[in-house]
Structure formats: structure tokens, C-alpha cells
């Protein structure tokens, strides 16, 4: 029996683990590193629940709210002498139609505060709805209308009438 759960999860994390981390990259602004230790912390946790998973309606945005409260927690714990880097390094990951284009997007997410960033990925990335959004943040759904109105204001700030006016800097 305890064969079988392991097969059904090594089919569960094999087909999202993409998802997660696409995700995860969005949600680290590009950063490979972080996204793929995001996605082992988050499969690690749902391996731990699994024998429990089938008390989980939909085991699939289980594993995205997982992934979201991993990234806010990491966040939270990250050392006060850390520094994020004004340039992302070269190695990130691009679409190669237009390279240009998916650093600036990541750059202008990269600004954005954290939990502001998760639910622009959520909402607009994952296309969850405010309440499932809300539900993962553990907010309510006020929250999370006020913080899409707020990061997606402040994206259209960063990013002005021209997303190569932003590319530019």
C-alpha cells in the first residue's frame, strides 16, 4: 500500500512540477536557484502529506498555496544581510521570442513587495479567483482587491506608458 501513495506521488510531482516552477520563478522574480529550492521545499511538504492527500479536494492548487507560503515565509526569514541585486544574472531564464520584454516584466515584479507579488501571480498568472487567492494568503478578500489594486498600480508606475522606457533603465 505505502508503494502505491509513493507511485501516486512521484506522478503528482512530475506532472507539476513545471507548474510549480514557473510559478515559483515568477514569484522570485527570476531568481532559478530560489524557484527550484521553493518547488523541493513545497514537494517535500506535499510527500509529507500525501497519505492525507485525498482529504485534499484538488491536491493541484494545494501544492500552488503550499508554493506561495513557502516563498512568503523564506521572505520573512531571509537574512537582514542579504541584498537583492539591481541586474538579475545572466543565466535567468527568458522567453526566447522576446527576451527583452520577460526581464523587464520580471524586473518590475522584482519590485514589488512580496506579498504584492504573490498575488499578482496568483490572480493574474495561476487566473485564481479573489477568494481562492485570498484563501492561499490566508487574507481576506478585501485584502486582496486592495493589494491588486496597489501592485498593479505601482506596476504600471514602474513600467509607465511604455514597457521599453523601463527596459531602458
Not at 506532472?15 to 532559478?32: I, K, Y
Not at 542579504?82 to 543565466?91: H, V
Request: proline residues 5%; glycine residues 4%.
Amino acid at each position: 500500500m505505502r508503494a502505491s501513495r509513493t507511485e501516486e506521488f512521484k506522478v503528482f510531482a512530475a506532472g507539476r512540477a513545471g507548474h510549480l516552477f514557473r510559478s515559483a520563478s515568477l514569484l522570485t522574480s527570476g531568481d532559478v536557484h530560489l524557484a527550484e529550492d521553493l518547488v523541493q521545499e513545497t514537494l517535500s511538504r506535499m510527500y509529507v502529506l500525501w497519505g492525507r492527500a485525498r482529504r485534499i479536494d484538488n491536491p493541484a492548487a494545494y501544492a500552488q498555496t503550499v508554493l506561495v507560503r513557502t516563498f512568503l515565509t523564506h521572505r520573512r526569514r531571509r537574512s537582514a544581510s542579504e541584498r537583492p541585486l539591481a541586474e538579475l544574472p545572466e543565466g535567468a531564464p527568458v522567453d526566447p521570442d522576446d527576451p527583452a520584454l520577460r526581464m523587464t516584466l520580471l524586473r518590475a515584479l522584482a519590485q514589488l513587495a512580496p506579498k504584492d507579488r504573490a498575488v499578482v501571480v496568483l490572480r493574474y498568472w495561476e487566473d485564481r479567483s479573489i477568494e481562492e487567492t485570498a484563501a492561499a494568503l490566508q487574507v481576506s478578500p478585501a485584502a486582496v482587491r486592495t493589494r491588486c489594486t496597489r501592485a498593479l498600480g505601482r506596476l504600471r508606475e514602474l513600467l509607465g506608458g511604455s514597457l521599453t522606457e523601463f527596459a531602458a533603465r
